[in-house]
């Protein structure tokens, strides 16, 4: 069968399609699926280039989307002809987290083997059900972006209608995070380095948007956007260069998702007024299988679809990768066998 991996020390030019053994017929408790789709993250991409160093000749890609081609014995979640979407971390059936999802070791494509092969046979926690009626490329961006926008705003922010979120440029966390926050009926203020993306925000139900480099100090904005008052959630995708503005903007009692580390790593936090906004800062890390699984309901039931900018051909991985460093797609790109 064909796989993606990726030889040390990474980089893109060592992406390689390898021709590998068929992972053959599931073992009690696993099911093999046929992948048809994946998308890309921010993670993957750490990954593919190297910096998040990975075992050599490692099969990539963390989602992964397809058909249950066979099931082992005692497997009866699943049935052979279902269209299923895999789990970020499979050793988290749900619950608060624990020490064991601190780290990717058991992450597909990363601690363990990936998505981009043509088959995989998995435990049957590497999967949940897809969303009914969703293409596999849409059910693909659900694993990681979607899972952890429906976190950071549901399972943790427990968020209300009405309420006011703020989220960071057009991401897939963010532009996921849009959907949901419309959805359920808060009033959502996006950002972007570009109005071309700024009026797709607003094509997508944001009420009002901030060019971050027309105002580089957006939280201003924000504030004026508020009466003053602050948001009352924030999907916090960039880490150290813009955890200082979130929290000037974030209502008193508000909470701050602390989702990416697109701008480092480490930085300085002003705890002076984190506490006087006695604002709730979550880190977290994608979200549980059960976590998923109730997302993926809520995906059927509210009807949104996932915003997918470009799809390439699955040994075109590398390309796709490019694309998504270059920053500027709009929503997801998508690899499909």
Not at 34 to 50: P, T
Not at 80 to 87: F, I, L
Not at 183 to 212: Q, W
Request: charged residues 15%; glycine residues 12%.
């Amino acid at each position: 069968m064909k796989a993606l991996t990726l030889k040390q020390p990474g980089g893109l030019e060592h992406i390689t399609v390898a021709e590998l053994a068929d992972p053959g017929q599931p073992g009690p408790g696993e099911i093999r699926v046929a992948i048809k789709a994946s998308s890309l993250n921010f993670h993957d991409l750490l990954v593919a280039n190297g910096t998040s160093p990975t075992a050599d000749g490692r099969i990539l890609m963390s989602d992964g989307a397809g058909v249950v081609e066979a099931v082992g014995a005692g497997v009866e979640e699943f049935a052979v002809g279902d269209n299923v979407v895999s789990t970020f971390f499979p050793n988290w059936p749900a619950g608060t987290p624990f020490a064991g999802v601190s780290h990717f070791g058991h992450t597909p494509g990363d601690g363990a083997h990936g998505m981009a092969a043509e088959y995989v046979v998995r435990p049957v926690s590497a999967f949940t059900k897809a969303p009914k009626g969703w293409s596999h490329a849409e059910s693909a961006t659900i694993t990681t972006a979607g899972l952890t926008a429906w976190r950071a705003l549901v399972v943790d922010g427990q968020l209300k209608a009405g309420a006011t979120v703020l989220t960071l440029g057009t991401g897939g966390v963010s532009i996921a995070a849009v959907q949901l926050a419309k959805a359920m009926g808060a009033r959502v203020i996006a950002t972007s380095s570009s109005d071309a993306k700024l009026a797709k925000l607003k094509a997508l139900g944001a009420d009002a948007v901030i060019n971050y480099k027309t105002h580089p100090e957006w939280f201003k904005e924000v504030l004026r956007l508020t009466d003053g008052a602050g948001v009352d959630h924030i999907v916090e995708v960039g880490g150290p260069g813009t955890l200082s503005q979130s929290m000037q903007c974030v209502k008193v009692g508000g909470h701050i998702a602390l989702i990416g580390v697109l701008t480092g790593v480490q930085g300085d936090i002003p705890s002076a007024l984190f506490m006087t906004k006695q604002a709730r800062l979550q880190g977290l890390i994608v979200a549980s299988r059960r976590d998923q699984q109730e997302f993926v309901t809520a995906l059927e039931v509210n009807g949104i679809r996932p915003v997918i900018d470009t799809t390439f051909p699955f040994e075109q991985l590398a390309d796709a990768f490019a694309h998504q460093q270059a920053g500027k797609h709009f929503g997801k790109v998508c690899v499909e066998w």
